[in-house]
């Protein structure tokens, strides 16, 4: 297989959302994981560290139609799916689509809606459709949700349910900018100026390339043994009410192959399932009652204990 057009996308896209967005490239190679594995992505962290901006610039680098939805806890269902309405000029009732009919959909603050609305992104992010009043409307590919929240937050939210956690391909969060970064920051353009100048990087018939190629990348039997030895132990530990599904291990198989991909490479090596199981894995478990461990903390910690196979 050819690597290089993993790498050269990679190169690419970081490079791009890397002028808005600085010293987060490896968020940003992330989301193109995230895109090129069919998955959705979702990015927690503190008011005001640049998540709308950063995916804003990675929608305008990876084209198609873009809908930004602001979540609020009034938004109804059928102010995302859309809806039925009787034209009086035609004496029949017409489907008037809502903001989920895009290629690229930004759900702001995902947390502010009601459970109930929030209900309304789960056939969408699974079976790439959307079903209203009996009737069921496929979605044009590609189609990615990215999701934002506030974790410090409290009032006025409504934790995600773990049935919609466990369709986000990822959990990110970009962090504080160093000194040096954030001043560059604050030299530079507006923001918004620099977002709208940026330019398409990668076309329909390269993303199809990258989807289709990255599953002939190889994963030998005792790396995947490795990988399933991180799943079981998520569900057989004591610390955890309930461990990772089985799209999780799916998702996380996927982001070593293209992980590797990026870096080059043909085949599946421990590292790469390392560095993608935090958030991979992270958000689609719960710890029990009586533990207080952080969840990324717990798969830290297992990477720490488990043994690593060698070459």
């Known amino acids: 297989?050819?690597?290089?057009?993993?790498?050269?996308?990679?190169?690419?896209?970081?490079?791009?959302?890397?002028?808005?967005?600085?010293?987060?490239?490896?968020?940003?190679?992330?989301?193109?994981?995230?895109?090129?594995?069919?998955?959705h992505v979702l990015l927690e962290d503190l008011p005001g560290t640049g998540k709308t901006m950063l995916l804003r610039a990675f929608a305008k680098s990876i084209g198609g139609e873009f809908r930004r939805i602001q979540f609020t806890p009034d938004i109804l269902p059928s102010d995302l799916t859309g809806i039925?309405?009787?034209?009086?000029?035609?004496?029949?009732?017409?489907?008037?689509?809502?903001?989920?009919?895009?290629?690229?959909?930004?759900?702001?603050?995902?947390?502010?809606?009601?459970?109930?609305?929030?209900?309304?992104?789960?056939?969408?992010?699974?079976?790439?459709q959307i079903s209203v009043d009996g009737e069921t409307y496929p979605?044009?590919?590609?189609?990615i949700v990215m999701a934002t929240q506030n974790p410090v937050e409290s009032?006025?939210?409504?934790?995600?349910?773990?049935?919609?956690?466990?369709?986000?391909?990822?959990?990110?969060?970009?962090?504080?900018?160093?000194?040096?970064?954030?001043?560059?920051?604050?030299?530079?353009?507006?923001?918004?100026?620099?977002?709208?100048?940026?330019e398409r990087v990668v076309t329909d018939e390269e993303l199809a390339a990258l989807r289709r190629e990255y599953r002939s990348v190889e994963i030998r039997e005792d790396v995947m043994d490795y990988l399933m030895s991180v799943i079981t132990a998520t569900r057989k530990s004591a610390k955890l009410a309930f461990g990772v599904s089985a799209r999780g291990s799916i998702a996380l198989c996927r982001a070593a192959q293209i992980t590797a991909a990026m870096d080059g490479r043909s085949y599946v090596i421990p590292e790469d399932i390392k560095s993608e199981a935090v958030p991979v894995l992270s958000h689609r478990i719960q710890t029990s009652a009586r533990s207080h461990i952080d969840p990324a903390k717990f798969i830290e910690g297992l990477l720490f204990e488990l043994a690593v196979p060698l070459e």
């Open 84 to 128: 039925n309405f009787f034209d009086q000029k035609k004496s029949e009732f017409v489907f008037r689509p809502g903001p989920l009919f895009a290629n690229v959909v930004l759900a702001d603050e995902i947390n502010r809606a009601v459970p109930r609305s929030q209900s309304a992104l789960l056939e969408v992010m699974e079976e790439r």
């Open 155 to 198: 009032y006025g939210t409504f934790p995600l349910p773990e049935a919609q956690l466990d369709r986000f391909f990822m959990k990110l969060s970009l962090g504080y900018m160093t000194e040096e970064q954030e001043k560059q920051v604050l030299r530079r353009p507006e923001t918004r100026e620099l977002v709208e100048a940026l």
């Open 139 to 143: 979605l044009a590919e590609p189609y």
């Open 1 to 39: 297989m050819d690597t290089g057009i993993f790498v050269d996308f990679k190169n690419k896209l970081v490079s791009n959302c890397g002028k808005v967005i600085i010293g987060k490239d490896d968020v940003i190679r992330r989301l193109g994981v995230c895109l090129i594995a069919g998955g």
